[in-house]
């Protein structure tokens, strides 16, 4: 029963770590992105190729050059053996960028990705990286759309690191 329940706690510890990954992305938070990678981890992104330690600074970068974004995790599948694991799960993200013009327009990525995960020093962190794109859709700004509609919703504009709203998990 020990050895199945630290297995749940292992599973649980990497799921987060991805969940985490999105979200720091989302609000800009490179030092919480920075604990999803370990710093020799291997990233492979196809526009990208490298370590983690590397990674960060550029996809904080590319995230922060997008108006808005949003990122998630779904379908995750874990296999722990000791203090390594790999997991599979898909991705999807928006990013919103702006014309000359003003006008916003966003993309939707589909993807998966393919990770390997060690646990060093009791903690889990993602040690090698391979994202596969599967398709992407590009559309108008739908948020404009609904508030010229007179249907207003809350929206945030996050385009520096830490937003009033973040609160750190």
Aim: aromatic fraction near 12%.
């Amino acid at each position: 029963m020990n050895e199945q329940l630290q297995e749940l706690l292992d599973r649980k510890a990497c799921e987060d770590v991805l969940l985490r990954y999105g979200r720091t992305l989302d609000w800009l938070d490179a030092e919480g992105q920075q604990t999803c990678f370990w710093p020799d981890a291997e990233i492979d992104y196809g526009f990208f190729k490298g370590s983690g330690e590397d990674w960060v600074p550029l996809v904080m970068q590319v995230e922060g050059a997008s108006a808005r974004r949003w990122h998630i995790c779904t379908g995750i599948l874990v296999e722990v053996s000791g203090d390594s694991a790999k997991s599979e799960c898909y991705g999807l993200t928006v990013g919103s960028t702006e014309s000359e013009a003003g006008e916003i327009h966003d993309t939707l990525f589909g993807g998966r990705y393919l990770d390997e995960f060690s646990k060093r020093g009791g903690e889990w962190r993602i040690s090698k990286r391979a994202y596969i794109a599967d398709w992407a859709h590009g559309f108008p700004d739908g948020l404009q759309g609904l508030a010229d509609s007179g249907f207003v919703l809350n929206t945030l504009q996050i385009d520096n690191a830490g937003h009033p709203a973040y609160r750190p998990m």
